[in-house]
């Protein structure tokens, strides 16, 4: 007996195909055993061809279709096409075949290559399982195979679609046609992902003929969102809704309707179907999918579910796709034969990676809110000495213990100290107060500075950190505001009575609840669009899903929508993010507030940008404020703004700037300027500098600059920024970013209201180099000026704020009292210098400059000269000027004074010091 050892992992692949075969619906038969008519398809084992045996000769209908080359588990199969290419061409003509059978599949019985050789560029693709017979007939009775079709998509109707949505479709769509198996869109939450699916969905179907397309959500309040935006979808030919053309199903059972073209669906049913499971709890589907199994390292396991084909579906479009479900669920992911398509707002490193870094659209925060299709944000922090320090509790005081599930108390003396951190706030301590005080700040602060002139509350959104937190919080909010139990409600999993669904309809359509607090119920995908801020109670350590949290306030919504739910709101330019634990201190996306420069007038900004201010603080800021007009004024006022800049349409000038301080418009354009695939550091600084000056060249015209203040004034709400003080006062950290801004704020209005009075200003401002004779008597009324009621500041106190706000940008100690840093607070405030530097250092690198220009006129000084030229230029930077009087002083006269002086320097010295005087000052 001879042991062919070679031959035995073959044959156990040959094992794990056969079953895979039967799976799918193929009667396997040895070739002396063939009976063609045993079932629409045949699989027949070791078919001698003209040029070969195939392992497996592939019949349906008793028609030749394909072949299968079996190999050893664990060979690599990307080299085993051209045998199988070889066995296709070796059919013999004799026996019943298709023409030009198409089908190649190589196999291991554990990884599985297919391809359709009348594809386009064939190109072998990993399956999971083999499909079935009925499904190659159903493809050989097609004309083009589906990448055919995708190829040859009509052009895109563009009406009713924004910017960035032609702009994903068209992407995508090219991807379809290279047949790359995975597309990545990462688009802004709030700038219409779902209406975009919907949208190239509808092309897929009609134009590409697509059979069914599944839809993945994250959660199922998510799965009946979708369902509506496909319900309310006007198809662009022929005006009819899309669920009038097509069937749309949303699962609610384990079960898939036949006929239905789009299927809507959880990962989590989608899982428990491909595992055979008749029902499935619809109450599992309320929390989030994706996440579930962070913890848990074990992916999901599936098996081949011959109910629910690989070939079920042709599309896979998978909403909210950030998170886990590449690890934890990614073999029911993988099981169908089917383009992927992904949409986030925020992908991570393994989202791209999945994605096979095919990233077919980005379009981030900053550029949504330039093109009007989101609203950027604020941030308002309130600070507590609980939420920042903890607390403790003395032994022996008596305490309420109460049960994190029942919430049943017991009333008993603690019998040691209990010292407890931030970190145990509603966790293991609940602090009532803390609580309590982060929202009677709010209350108390909502119509003075938060929304200054509102009379209601903005619809609210308060995110906790779980159930329990979430119950103190609502009934704290209904005291405080002496509200009903409608004015606030809890929407989380373990919300009863009201289902969660109906809250959420009532709070994005209805007057009330007017505040919702959530745990991560609401935290993506749900749409709130008259949302206009949101507390957050918690911390977020995911920079991705703190990303996804704060979009929840991006959406925008005509003026009539928002009047519906908020009366006395008028526009949504903005919302605003209240942070009571110090989140946004630690957010690590990329998304900031644009605005940098609030306390900045947008005539002053329009100015700094015309007068050669172009810091990215600045253009950042002015994109903010041109938004934020854009949003509220209508077309005539467009016109008119159109008219005096040159034709150029706002929108296009707001988005010139965003390319300006975009990294990726940078090296574009250093590529194309220097005919470079990779730009040096100076080539790129280059390429920002003139897409910088391209940007800002519009706001050269005096016309155009006064027309936007002009149309500004008339369209916008007044806010007032100086009331900001009472609440630094009344309940905020004294080194909170809060009261510097508030400080710079007030210094800036002082200088503003007093630049046409106060003599040193007067100087600053408005005489010309060569009678600028600032005296010290008048910086030291200006310093008297600003000590008296009601500003009560210092220079002291504004450096200080300027280093918490602008640390990169002071540099020096200005704690210092010393009056003459006053001029240099002025000229940084009102952007005349980059830097805030302490006066005495200006003074220094002028004085050196004027020493090298003087050198290279051929002046050469003596030691003892230079000597006395640093003590004339210290005294100038401590005390603004110089006279020949002044040289009696210490410490020139330790040196001998005036007589030694005009002995050092001769008849240049009066000259010398007129000179000083101006240069080192002006």
């Not at 966790?427 to 709010?442: L, N």
């Not at 409600?489 to 669904?501: H, L, S, V």
């Not at 504004?798 to 540099?811: D, G, M, N, P, T």
């Not at 930077?877 to 007589?899: C, N, Y």
Request: charged share 30%.
């Amino acid at each position: 007996m001879v042991l062919v050892i070679g031959m035995e992992p073959e044959r156990e692949a040959r094992k794990n195909i056969d079953r895979l075969l039967e799976a799918a619906g193929w009667k396997v038969q040895d070739h002396d055993k063939l009976d063609l008519g045993a079932g629409p398809g045949i699989a027949v084992r070791e078919f001698t061809l003209d040029n070969g045996e195939a392992d497996y000769l592939l019949f349906v209908d008793r028609k030749a279709v394909g072949v299968i080359e079996a190999k050893p588990e664990g060979t690599t199969l990307s080299g085993v096409a051209e045998q199988t290419q070889k066995y296709l061409n070796g059919i013999p003509k004799c026996i019943g075949q298709v023409k030009n059978p198409p089908f190649a599949y190589e196999s291991t019985g554990v990884e599985t290559y297919f391809r359709d050789m009348r594809d386009p560029d064939a190109r072998s693709r990993s399956i999971f399982a083999f499909h079935r017979p009925e499904t190659i007939r159903e493809w050989l009775s097609d004309e083009e195979t589906l990448r055919s079709r995708l190829k040859n998509l009509p052009p895109l109707r563009t009406e009713g679609l924004r910017d960035c949505q032609t702009e994903a479709i068209t992407k995508l769509e090219k991807s379809f046609a290279e047949s790359r198996p995975r597309a990545l869109i990462q688009m802004a939450t709030g700038s219409g992902k779902t209406f975009t699916s919907v949208s190239f969905i509808y092309r897929l179907i009609k134009h590409a003929h697509a059979k069914k397309i599944l839809f993945l959500v994250d959660r199922s309040n998510l799965g009946r969102q979708t369902l509506r935006e496909f319900q309310q979808y006007t198809t662009p030919d022929d005006g009819r809704k899309f669920t009038d053309l097509y069937n749309v199903q949303h699962l609610t059972s384990n079960s898939i309707d036949p006929v239905s073209k789009v299927c809507i669906t959880t990962i989590q049913r989608l899982y428990s179907m491909l595992r055979g499971e008749a029902e499935f709890e619809e109450g599992n589907e309320e929390r989030s999918g994706f996440d579930t199994g962070v913890t848990d390292e074990r992916p999901k396991e599936v098996a081949y579910n011959p109910n629910i084909p690989i070939e079920e579906f042709d599309f896979i479009v998978v909403d909210e796709c950030h998170r886990s479900i590449y690890h934890v669920w990614r073999q029911a992911l993988l099981y169908f034969d089917a383009f992927i398509v992904g949409l986030t707002a925020t992908p991570s490193k393994q989202t791209i990676g999945f994605f096979n870094k095919n990233l077919v659209m980005e379009y981030n925060h900053e550029r949504a809110v330039a093109d009007g299709v989101n609203v950027g944000y604020e941030v308002y922090r309130i600070k507590t000495e609980i939420t920042e320090k903890g607390s403790k509790i003395e032994a022996g005081e008596y305490v309420d213990k109460r049960s994190k599930l029942t919430r049943q108390k017991r009333h008993e003396m603690l019998d040691e100290e209990l010292v407890y951190d931030p970190n145990r706030l509603d966790r293991d301590v609940v602090a009532p107060d803390q609580i309590r005080t982060v929202i009677r700040t709010f209350r108390d602060r909502l119509f003075t500075e938060i929304f200054p002139g509102r009379k209601e509350v903005p619809k609210t959104l308060v995110f906790a950190k779980d159930d329990s937190h979430a119950e103190d919080i609502v009934n704290i909010i209904r005291e405080e505001f002496a509200a009903g139990n409608e004015f606030c409600k809890k929407i989380t999993y373990r919300t009863t009575g009201e289902k969660p669904e109906e809250l959420l309809q009532s709070f994005r359509n209805s007057y009330y609840p007017r505040i919702a607090v959530t745990v991560d119920m609401i935290s993506t995908g749900t749409d709130i669009k008259p949302l206009e801020c949101l507390i957050f109670m918690r911390n977020v350590r995911s920079g991705v899903y703190f990303e996804q949290m704060k979009g929840r306030g991006t959406r925008t919504i005509s003026p009539t929508d928002l009047k519906a739910v908020s009366s006395d709101a008028h526009h949504k330019t903005h919302f605003v993010i209240v942070d009571a634990v110090g989140v946004c201190e630690r957010d690590k996306t990329d998304s900031r507030p644009l605005e940098r420069k609030k306390s900045v007038a947008f005539k002053d900004l329009l100015y700094s940008i015309a007068v050669g201010k172009r810091d990215e603080d600045t253009i950042t800021s002015l994109i903010s404020r041109l938004t934020r007009l854009d949003r509220e004024i209508g077309e005539k006022e467009r016109k008119e703004i159109e008219n005096v800049s040159g034709g150029v349409q706002l929108k296009t000038i707001i988005n010139k700037l965003v390319d300006a301080i975009d990294a990726d418009s940078q090296e574009a354009r250093a590529k194309q300027m220097f005919k470079t695939d990779s730009p040096t550091r100076e080539q790129l600084e280059k390429a920002k500098e003139a897409l910088t000056d391209e940007a800002c060249k519009p706001f050269d015209k005096p016309a155009l600059r006064d027309t936007l203040v002009e149309v500004k004034t008339r369209s916008e709400q007044i806010i007032d920024e100086g009331s900001i003080d009472n609440l630094i006062s009344a309940g905020f950290d004294d080194g909170a970013k809060e009261k510097a801004r508030a400080v710079v704020t007030s210094f800036k209005e002082f200088i503003e209201a007093n630049k046409d009075e106060l003599t040193a200003l007067q100087i600053i401002y408005s005489q010309p180099y060569a009678k600028r004779h600032l005296a010290f008597k008048d910086i030291k009324d200006l310093a008297e000026a600003i000590q008296k009621p009601p500003r009560n500041l210092t220079p002291e106190r504004v450096w200080q704020a300027y280093e918490i706000l602008e640390r990169s940008k002071v540099k020096g100690a200005g704690a210092q009292k010393l009056l003459t840093n006053i001029i240099s607070l002025v000229r940084f405030t009102e952007g005349q210098s980059d830097v805030l530097e302490p006066f005495p250092e200006t003074v220094d690198s002028r004085f050196r400059k004027w020493v090298e220009e003087q050198e290279k006129l051929g002046r050469k000084f003596t030691a003892e000269q230079m000597e006395w030229l640093n003590m004339i230029k210290e005294h100038i930077g401590a005390s603004l000027e110089i006279s020949v009087e002044d040289l009696e002083l210490t410490p020139f006269d330790q040196k001998g004074g005036p007589v030694r002086a005009y002995r050092v320097f001769g008849s240049e010295l009066n000259w010398m010091l007129e000179e000083l005087n101006e240069v080192l000052v002006a």
